[in-house]
């Protein structure tokens, strides 16, 4: 078998089979493959597409590529929730313990940030003591007992992912949905999940910026998951706009803690419920409207923010954190931002308000780069709501006088303000099962 006949091959519209598929990703993984070779490939996938075998082969292919995980001494029924990344998404600190508090298990392996979307491992380091690292041992006691568990991937998941990304994000190809489902679901599929809830962002501050791609790149990833034997379900949501008021990690995880006492922002709270009644449906709890009302029982009688604290220490945490949010670490500086206009915010680059937190320290243009923890945002108002000049659109935290600046005029710059009011856009626009 030789690269050049599958790269041809793909490049006039064939058909790759399932062995020559294999072949490739061992070779990427391997290095036997020039990277010369494998961005012909990718470049021919971009042009040519992939049908739904060819996309499921390449899946596996990449899982199989590294580590995989056996949950099978994990008692009960295992769901996940992953998210294609946005700007204020902590949902997985709220939904994560609501699902947990009714025995389904949640055995979770999460990332950090890079640029302008925020990590949840991040977050997580901003409570004291946290440890993101356990042992398999650690890790699946800690399921058994307490219902879930969420680590930083320290695992050598999908390897030939990692490699061909690299290569994607200088070749220009990385914009291709069987190449993004691979790279998505290969190391999902790696973890041993028995149901995956995916949170498909679209709009302005998520990689897919129009709901026709997202839910074209969601139904991908279902089939993919439903070739692989498990149960399946998409949510579209809103990225238009960050989830909630509050950008950057001990920020976000307040907040988080906010929303588990019954008293989080609406819009967020609203998206938790919802992926929170999917997990739980999927897992055979009920319908998705019974599964509903089990969620926000769990959020206003405690018993999830109890399971919150449950976590935390058992991973370390010091829990009077949690206890009392005022206790987190505080940014030495605030600075208020104003506008200079009046009307409705009729329009925000979200993407622009993820890099304004990231100029004032809260995340990462390298996996190397050290994060400020107290650094961020807290919104004061969001599309929607009537401004007056002078009045308050956020609050910018740093410990670096000198990056409100920059945060400052990328916040003002992303926020469109005109007379007309907007019309309301839903938060989750349709599910993809």
Request: include cysteine; glycine fraction near 8%; hydrophobic fraction near 40%.
């Amino acid at each position: 078998m030789r690269m050049f006949d599958i790269i041809k091959k793909k490049r006039d519209g064939e058909e790759l089979s399932t062995e020559e598929i294999k072949y490739f990703i061992d070779g990427v993984t391997n290095g036997s493959i020039p990277d010369y070779q494998t961005s012909a490939l990718c470049m021919a996938i971009y042009f040519r597409g992939m049908n739904i075998r060819e996309t499921c082969d390449l899946t596996f292919a990449v899982r199989d590529s590294g580590e995989r995980l056996d949950f099978s001494a994990i008692d009960g029924i295992r769901v996940d929730k992953h998210s294609t990344g946005g700007v204020g998404d902590k949902t997985s600190l709220v939904v994560a313990p609501i699902v947990a508090s009714f025995g389904v298990k949640v055995a979770k392996m999460s990332g950090r940030g890079l640029s302008h979307t925020g990590g949840t491992i991040d977050k997580l380091e901003a409570i004291d003591g946290f440890n993101t690292t356990l042992s398999d041992e650690e890790f699946i006691k800690q399921v058994n007992d307490i219902g879930f568990a969420i680590v930083g991937q320290s695992r050598q998941f999908a390897p030939a992912d990692k490699k061909l990304y690299a290569l994607r994000d200088v070749t220009a190809t990385v914009d291709s949905m069987p190449l993004i489902a691979a790279s998505i679901m290969g190391k999902k599929l790696a973890a041993d999940d028995d149901c995956i809830v995916l949170d498909v962002k679209t709009g302005s501050g998520s990689f897919m910026k129009s709901i026709e791609k997202s839910k074209a790149l969601a139904q991908l990833m279902v089939d993919i998951g439903k070739n692989a034997g498990k149960k399946m379900v998409a949510l579209i949501t809103n990225m238009d706009r960050p989830l909630g008021y509050a950008i950057g990690n001990s920020l976000e995880v307040i907040e988080a803690i906010e929303t588990l006492n019954g008293q989080g922002p609406e819009d967020f709270t609203e998206v938790c419920l919802t992926l929170t009644a999917y997990m739980l449906s999927l897992a055979g709890k009920g319908s998705v409207k019974e599964c509903r009302e089990m969620a926000k029982r769990a959020i206003f009688d405690g018993s999830a923010l109890a399971k919150f604290k449950e976590m935390v220490a058992a991973q370390g945490g010091n829990t009077a954190l949690i206890d009392d949010t005022a206790k987190f670490s505080k940014a030495k500086y605030t600075h208020s931002v104003k506008s200079v206009m009046r009307g409705y915010i009729c329009k925000v680059d979200t993407e622009a308000y993820g890099l304004a937190s990231l100029a004032l320290g809260a995340g990462r243009n390298t996996m190397e780069d050290k994060i400020d923890y107290s650094a961020g945002i807290i919104l004061k108002r969001k599309t929607g709501d009537f401004i007056n000049v002078g009045d308050e659109i956020a609050t910018l935290y740093a410990n670096d006088e000198s990056k409100f600046a920059v945060a400052e005029k990328l916040l003002l710059s992303a926020t469109q303000i005109h007379e007309k009011k907007p019309q309301d856009e839903p938060l989750v626009y349709c599910t993809v099962e």
